[in-house]
């Protein structure tokens, strides 16, 4: 919409240029989350008298202090995010729309769900096979469009971080490959959602990494260099800085003591998208690797599962997600949630490498 309005005045060029509406999207969904928090916060109390339930076989400690916490706090995250893709970025590009609908259906996913757990005070709610087709669906829609969008050449390549040209073309199976990476994220973010601040903060470093590589891989003179172009892919940019900047308002109310949980409203769509983000860039290996505490709670409950199955009712770890073990073994939640985020910014640095070492 900027874009529109800069071409319409004849704005200064340095105003249209893709760095400029980043800042601009960032700033947008951070001063619309913090300026909306409270009062999303109070309609989400007067409507969730008893907040979300609270697991009863997670740890005890929970059931005091995060009862009576409204969920349902990533509308917030949506809400803002949205609007500032709406207003920076080039409307014009259908990669932009992909993740729109994407961060919008999985949403509306997690939104459903957190409606039966706070109406119902359930924390079963949508099956779990509802859930998984709902998302399949709609990664394989995003999934289509997106090769669609690409040349030929590169429409089912693999590209694998730090090795200069090392790429592998997975032919049709990129495809259901690729949509098991979306679905996978989403499932993995909303999974890491146990702790204030925990998810949200590592969403910050992700998005903000992904961030960087649509600048570069979308400037075709710098894409080419780093053997990476994608076409029209910088305007992906603009909306990872909006996921960041209303990340970062939320953890103004989400920072322990939490005064809200984004839910799987917000869970579910952020994974979604950043799923989404990395197949745009032909970054999937990447994804895992900045992401790896995602992918380390989605393993931790996989493990534990297995486990349980095979021993006849044993345990692999505490408790799982990974983050409960911990706390299981005595940490306090805020050193988890800290120690986390310094494994997140360590991994976010080893991904930016992957730029410096093509």
């Given at each position: 919409?900027?874009?529109?309005?800069?071409?319409?005045i004849?704005?200064?060029?340095?105003?249209?240029?893709?760095?400029?509406?980043?800042?601009?999207?960032?700033?947008?969904?951070?001063?619309?989350?913090?300026?909306f928090?409270?009062?999303?916060?109070?309609?989400?109390?007067?409507?969730?008298?008893?907040?979300?339930?609270?697991?009863?076989?997670?740890?005890?400690?929970?059931?005091?202090?995060?009862?009576?916490?409204?969920?349902?706090?990533g509308?917030?995250?949506?809400?803002?995010?949205i609007?500032?893709?709406?207003?920076?970025?080039?409307?014009?590009?259908?990669?932009?729309?992909?993740s729109?609908?994407?961060?919008?259906?999985?949403?509306?996913?997690?939104f459903a769900?957190?409606?039966?757990?706070?109406?119902?005070?359930?924390?079963?709610?949508?099956?779990?096979r509802m859930?998984?087709?709902?998302?399949?669906?709609?990664?394989?829609?995003?999934?289509?469009?997106?090769?669609?969008?690409?040349?030929?050449?590169?429409?089912?390549?693999?590209?694998?971080p730090?090795?200069?040209?090392?790429m592998?073309?997975?032919?049709?199976?990129?495809?259901?490959?690729?949509?098991?990476?979306?679905?996978?994220s989403?499932?993995?973010?909303?999974?890491?959602?146990?702790?204030?601040?925990?998810?949200?903060?590592?969403?910050v470093?992700a998005?903000?990494?992904?961030?960087?590589?649509?600048?570069?891989?979308?400037?075709?003179?710098?894409g080419?260099?780093?053997?990476?172009?994608?076409?029209?892919?910088?305007?992906?940019?603009?909306?990872?800085?909006?996921?960041?900047?209303?990340?970062?308002?939320?953890?103004?109310?989400?920072?322990?003591?939490?005064?809200?949980?984004?839910?799987?409203?917000?869970?579910?769509?952020?994974?979604?998208?950043?799923?989404?983000?990395?197949?745009?860039?032909?970054?999937e290996?990447?994804?895992?690797?900045?992401?790896?505490v995602?992918?380390?709670?989605?393993?931790?409950?996989?493990?534990q599962?297995?486990?349980?199955k095979?021993?006849?009712?044993?345990?692999?770890?505490?408790?799982?997600?990974i983050?409960?073990?911990?706390?299981?073994?005595?940490?306090?939640?805020?050193?988890?949630?800290?120690?986390?985020?310094?494994?997140?910014?360590?991994?976010?640095i080893i991904?930016l490498?992957a730029?410096?070492m093509?």
């Amino acid at each position: 919409m900027l874009q529109y309005l800069f071409n319409l005045i004849s704005a200064p060029e340095y105003l249209n240029t893709v760095y400029s509406r980043c800042f601009m999207a960032f700033f947008v969904a951070l001063i619309l989350t913090l300026s909306f928090g409270d009062r999303l916060i109070k309609i989400l109390h007067a409507r969730q008298s008893k907040g979300q339930p609270i697991r009863k076989d997670g740890p005890k400690t929970h059931l005091l202090t995060k009862k009576g916490t409204p969920t349902m706090g990533g509308l917030l995250i949506l809400g803002a995010s949205i609007i500032g893709m709406l207003i920076c970025a080039d409307l014009s590009n259908s990669l932009v729309w992909i993740s729109i609908l994407v961060l919008v259906v999985f949403g509306f996913v997690g939104f459903a769900d957190d409606y039966v757990k706070v109406t119902k005070q359930t924390t079963n709610a949508m099956t779990a096979r509802m859930k998984l087709f709902l998302q399949f669906s709609t990664a394989l829609i995003a999934v289509s469009v997106i090769s669609y969008l690409m040349p030929e050449k590169e429409r089912f390549v693999l590209n694998v971080p730090y090795f200069m040209s090392l790429m592998f073309d997975l032919w049709w199976f990129y495809v259901p490959f690729a949509m098991i990476v979306i679905v996978g994220s989403s499932n993995a973010v909303n999974l890491t959602d146990g702790l204030d601040g925990l998810a949200s903060g590592l969403s910050v470093f992700a998005f903000a990494v992904f961030m960087i590589f649509a600048y570069v891989v979308g400037a075709d003179f710098v894409g080419e260099y780093y053997l990476l172009p994608v076409p029209h892919a910088a305007e992906i940019a603009v909306v990872c800085a909006a996921v960041v900047g209303s990340c970062l308002g939320f953890l103004w109310f989400n920072a322990a003591p939490a005064k809200v949980f984004m839910g799987d409203t917000g869970s579910l769509a952020l994974g979604g998208l950043l799923g989404t983000v990395a197949v745009i860039l032909k970054q999937e290996i990447l994804l895992a690797i900045v992401g790896f505490v995602f992918v380390a709670e989605a393993l931790s409950v996989m493990i534990q599962i297995f486990w349980f199955k095979c021993t006849g009712g044993k345990r692999f770890f505490k408790m799982a997600p990974i983050h409960h073990h911990f706390e299981q073994c005595g940490w306090p939640e805020t050193r988890v949630v800290i120690r986390f985020w310094v494994i997140g910014i360590i991994l976010a640095i080893i991904g930016l490498l992957a730029l410096q070492m093509r």
